[in-house]
T-cell receptor, first 111, second 118 residues
Framework: AQSVTQLGSHVSVSEGALVLLRCNYS??????LFWYVQYPNQGLQLLLK??????LVKGINGFEAEFKKSETSFHLTKPSAHMSDAAEYFC?????????FGSGTRLQVQP | GAVVSQHPSRVICKSGTSVKIECRSL??????MFWYRQFPKQSLMLMAT?????????EQGVEKDKFLINHASLTLSTLTVTSAHPEDSSFYIC??????????????FGPGTRLTVT
């Protein structure tokens, strides 16, 4: 079964610093991978997706992720954190019938 | 963009009572809706998938008689938690898929409903 694991339930960075949120996948076939963001009291919003095309995927709000098959990873990065990036981030993959999510990483941005 | 709403956003009910949660697609027709459950510090777990006008497909381990799902129209799905117990307290999130021709990952999520059973 396809699954994803997010390393670190909480990540804290300073404003302007690099954001790195980690996600590793487990799949016997080329996976579809996604990153979602959830702001307080709001629904999940798709940041970006990997669907077996380019390995470096650019998303909204300046985020990007690189698919690395050798490391079975799909880490999310942003060069410079903004206060508005504080939220919960979920890595996900495509399961049998629907999306399968990681446990989430809460990003805190310090002024 | 596509918007999905949920009502209520928070609900507190007494043990043994039933509570209904609504999920609406506001500006598109949702042929498929998904219901997820999220425990604190845990990932979203798919409970069931519902297609308009047909019975919901429940994931293994989800009690269909306890979690009643109705998808009577292309814009509304409801989840009824029957005879609620404290262990049913959770965050319930719905999502909707815009048309059968879209990829399964093209889902729009509602803001969630926090259920607390006392």
């Amino acid at each position: 079964a396809q699954s994803v694991t997010q390393l670190g339930s909480h990540v804290s960075v300073s404003e302007g610093a690099l954001v790195l949120l980690r996600c590793n996948y487990s799949s016997s076939v080329p996976p579809y991978l996604f990153w979602y963001v959830q702001y307080p009291n709001q629904g999940l919003q798709l940041l970006l997706k990997y669907t077996s095309a380019a390995t470096l995927v650019k998303g909204i709000n300046g985020f990007e992720a690189e698919f690395k098959k050798s490391e079975t990873s799909f880490h999310l990065t942003k060069p410079s954190a903004h206060m508005s990036d504080a939220a919960e981030y979920f890595c996900a993959t495509l399961g049998r019938r629907a999306l399968t999510f990681g446990s989430g990483t809460r990003l805190q941005v310090q002024p | 963009g596509a918007v999905v709403s949920q009502h209520p956003s928070r609900v507190i009910c007494k043990s043994g009572t039933s509570v209904k949660i609504e999920c609406r697609s506001l500006d598109f027709q949702a042929t498929t809706m998904f219901w997820y459950r999220q425990f604190p510090k845990q990932s979203l777990m798919l409970m069931a998938t519902s297609n308009e006008g047909s019975k919901a497909t429940y994931e293994q381990g989800v009690e269909k008689d306890k979690f009643l799902i109705n998808h009577a129209s292309l814009t509304l799905s409801t989840l009824t938690v029957t005879s609620a117990h404290p262990e049913d307290s959770s965050f319930y999130i719905c999502s909707a898929r815009d048309g059968p021709g879209t990829e399964i990952y093209e889902q729009y999520f509602g803001p969630g409903t926090r259920l607390t059973v006392t």
